[in-house]
């Protein structure tokens, strides 16, 4: 079936490091993928876009990149920051999400 | 610009107890809604997607319906609450353009008790 996941339930890094999520899907080939915010009780909030045809995309801090070999997606936020503190789902473009990632930065 | 407003926010139900959660989005026309359910600490789950009024596709087979009377509202029901029904419900909409991804709603948090 096809599946679209995000292996790391959670990450801690030191707040000024580069964080880096993974994303992974399977079974199929999305044109797109599509990475969220999500704070506790909130809703998700869509960061960035990135398509099958292009190998990475930025967006301030933000940095997302589209490997078709891997079928992996890394999104990366440089110098992280407390507020930056959240679970970051990754969408494959067909209604579906990965089960997120609990990012903590620590000061 | 666009809204979506969703309610309640929170909501406590006993088992059995019927449920009507409502949807509505401001400032499009025949955006594409979704329902989905996160249970703690889990991802989203799809539960019902419509692409017009009265066009409601199901994801997963369960006691939950849902209902697109108008343009702009969804709505999400069930005659009798399971224990198993808690969890939180999101409301979303989208255009279909990739582009600006999914808007979602702030959430319902039901506790079927």
């Known amino acids: 079936s096809q599946k679209i996941e995000q292996n790391s339930e959670a990450l801690n890094i030191q707040e000024g490091k580069t964080a880096t999520l993974t994303c992974n899907y399977t079974n199929y080939s999305p044109a797109y993928l599509q990475w969220y915010r999500q704070d506790p009780g909130r809703g998700p909030v869509f960061l960035l876009l990135?398509?099958?045809?292009?190998k990475e995309k930025r967006k301030e801090r933000l940095k997302v990149t589209f490997d078709t070999t891997l079928k992996q997606s890394l999104f990366h936020i440089t110098a992280s920051q407390p507020a930056d503190s959240a679970t970051y789902l990754c969408?494959?473009?067909?209604?579906?999400f990965g089960a997120g990632t609990r990012l903590t930065v620590k000061p | 610009s666009q809204t979506i407003h969703q309610w309640p926010a929170t909501l406590v139900q006993p088992v059995g107890s019927p449920l009507s959660l409502e949807c509505t989005v401001e400032?499009?026309?025949?955006?594409?809604l979704y329902w989905y359910r996160q249970a703690a600490g889990r991802g989203l789950q799809l539960l019902f997607y419509s692409v017009g009024i009265g066009q409601i596709s199901s994801e997963v087979p369960q006691n939950l319906s849902a209902s697109r009377p108008q343009d702009r509202q969804f709505i999400l029901s069930s005659k009798k609450l399971l224990l198993s029904d808690s969890g939180f419900y999101l409301c979303?909409?989208?255009?279909?353009?990739?582009?600006?991804?999914?808007?979602f709603g702030s959430g319902t948090r039901l506790t079927v008790v």
């Open positions: 969408g494959g473009g067909d209604m579906r």
């Open positions: 400032g499009t026309s025949n955006p594409n």
């Open positions: 979303a909409w989208s255009t279909g353009h990739p582009n600006y991804g999914y808007t």
């Open positions: 990135i398509r099958e045809n292009e």
